[in-house]
C-alpha cells in the first residue's frame, strides 16, 4: 500500500450537525500507479481521515480510454483482513482467485471478496474490452472474528435500484430507504452510487450514527456550500439526518457511511492487520507460498510483496491516531 502525504483540507461546519462531528472536510486524492497501465486516485487512507465507518480504502480509476491498452493488469496477489469490494461505471475487469473463482465484472454488478485470513486475486481487462474504463475499488476492514474466518467471493449482478426525486440510487451495500442490499457485510455499513437527475436540490435520509463520505466519480456538486470533483473525497462526518446535495445533471457520486469502526488497525501492502508481527507473518507466508493459496487460471508469477519498513509498523485508529 502507498502512503499518502498530508494535504491541506477545507473545512466548514454545517448547518444541523451535532457539535461534536468534525464538520465537511475536503480530502485531496493523489495519484498512484496499480499494475503497469493503470493510475488510480486513491482517495482513502490520508492522514487526516483513515476511514469511514469500516470502509478504509478508497480507488477511484479513470475515466480511462484503453482501447489501444491492455487496460488493468494486476497480477495475483494476497489480502488479509479485509473485503474488497469492486464497482465499475465502464469498462470489464476478470476476477480470478485462488478459491477457484473466474468472474467477470460488468458496469451495475459488484464483486465483493471476503478475505478472512487469506485469499490471492488478480485483476485483468480481458484482451478484448470495451474502450473506457472507469471505475472504483474499495477496503472494508474486518472486525474480529470474521478477519480469522474463511475467504468468500461473490458477484451480485442485480441490486436494488430506484428513484428518488432528482436522484437514481443504486444500493451497492447495506441498507437505505427500507431497501437492503444482497452484499454480506460485517459492520453496519452503506454503499450507495448516487445520480443526480437535475439541477434541483435532492435529498437522501441518512443515520445519525453513522459516519459518512462522498465522492464524485463523474460531474460536479456541492454540499453545505462545498463544491467536489472527482480526485477528492468529501468527509461529512457523523450526526447527520439528511443529505442534500445539488450538482449537474448526470453527476454519480458515491456515498459511503458506516458506524465509526473503533478496532485500531495496522494497514501494509495488501494487509490489515492489528500488530506489527500479525502483517510480518502475512508476508512471510506470501513469500513462502502458504496460506493463501494459487490463483485459478493465471499463469503470471505473483506481485511479490515489497520489504517492510526498518521501523516498527504501528497501529492506528480510524483518525490516524497511533495506537499502543
Not at 115 to 140: D, K, N, T, Y
Amino acid at each position: 500500500m502507498e502512503r499518502t502525504e498530508k494535504m491541506p483540507a477545507a473545512e466548514t461546519r454545517p448547518p444541523g450537525v451535532a457539535t461534536a462531528d468534525p464538520g465537511s472536510v475536503l480530502l485531496p486524492g493523489h495519484d498512484v500507479p496499480l499494475g503497469r497501465y493503470t493510475t488510480v486516485r486513491r482517495l482513502l487512507p490520508q492522514r487526516q481521515r483513515r476511514m469511514v465507518g469500516a470502509w478504509c480504502f478508497v480507488d477511484h480509476f479513470g475515466p480511462d480510454d484503453v482501447a489501444e491498452r491492455p487496460g488493468m493488469e494486476v497480477p495475483p496477489h494476497p489480502h488479509t483482513g479485509l473485503q474488497t469490494v469492486t464497482w465499475l461505471l465502464d469498462g470489464e475487469i476478470m476476477h480470478r482467485d485462488s478459491l477457484g473463482n473466474v468472474q467477470p465484472i460488468r458496469p451495475g454488478q459488484l464483486n465483493v471478496m471476503t478475505s478472512g485470513h487469506g485469499i490471492a486475486h488478480s485483476e485483468r481487462s480481458p484482451e478484448r474490452h470495451p474502450p473506457l474504463m472507469h471505475g472504483v475499488q474499495l477496503w472494508v476492514a474486518l472486525p474480529d472474528p470474521a478477519r480469522a474466518g474463511a475467504a468468500d467471493f461473490a458477484h451480485h449482478a442485480d441490486l436494488p435500484r430506484w428513484r428518488d426525486g432528482e436522484l437514481d440510487v443504486t444500493l451497492l451495500v447495506g441498507e437505505l430507504a427500507g431497501e437492503r442490499s444482497p452484499a454480506v457485510t460485517y459492520t453496519p455499513l452503506l454503499g450507495a452510487q448516487l445520480e443526480l437527475r437535475g439541477p434541483a436540490p435532492a435529498t437522501l435520509p441518512l443515520r445519525a450514527d453513522f459516519e459518512y463520505g462522498l465522492l464524485a466519480m463523474s460531474g460536479t456538486a456541492e454540499v453545505d456550500g462545498v463544491p467536489f470533483a472527482p480526485g477528492a473525497l468529501l468527509y461529512l462526518g457523523a450526526g447527520r439526518e439528511r443529505l442534500t446535495l445539488t450538482g449537474e445533471p448526470g453527476s454519480r457520486l458515491l456515498l459511503l457511511g458506516g458506524a465509526p469502526f473503533e478496532e485500531p488497525l495496522v494497514m501494509w501492502w495488501n494487509f490489515v492487520g492489528r500488530s506489527h508481527e500479525e502483517v510480518l507473518a502475512a508476508r512471510e507466508d506470501w513469500m513462502a507460498g502458504r496460506r493463501f493459496g494459487v490463483v485459478a487460471d493465471d499463469p503470471a508469477p505473483p506481485l511479490p510483496a515489497p520489504a517492510l519498513p526498518t521501523t516498527r509498523l504501528k497501529a492506528r485508529d480510524r483518525s490516524g491516531g497511533l495506537r499502543g
